[in-house]
């Protein structure tokens, strides 16, 4: 390989992953306890280089979750972990999305993503672990929480 040929396809690798920071990583991950049943987030979608408005919701979660449970919030998705002594187990999570990545989201998984409520530009999903496997929690303590998410899910409002 020629030097200018190294030093074309170098300065276009160069290139591509410079134009790839705008996918990843932009969007920090934060994390809260829950110390409240009354919980308030907020949300928005992501579409490649377009950001939504952001939303704030509120959720009622039961009361023996609390202190039990921590939220990880990536921007468009908030997981919702239960803490045990080998870490954080997924139960659900709720994800904001654009009308696009709404339908593309129905039309490749359907039936595995519920709806929650939508506005004019943004839809509100949730999802369960397959399994008590998926979750790392044992099954017994899964089916008991995950029982309780569509009560949770219910009580959902946009502020």
Known sequence: M???LRLVVLVALALI???CTGSFGDYPTTTEEVTEANLVRSLQFIDD???GPVYSFSLAIPDEWVGQLQTRNDGNTIYFDYMT??????IFFIEALSVSQFW??????????EDIQWTRDTYFIYHLPRDAYYSGLSKDLY??????VPGVITSFQLQ
Do not use: C, S
Request: net charge negative; hydrophobic share 30%.
């Open 49 to 51: 280089d377009q950001l």
């Open 143 to 148: 089916q008991v929480l995950a029982a309780q």
């Open 104 to 113: 593309e989201q129905v039309g490749g998984y359907p039936g595995i993503y």
């Open 2 to 4: 020629t030097k200018q």
């Open 17 to 19: 992953f410079t134009g």
């Open 85 to 90: 002594e080998y870490g954080a187990a997924p």
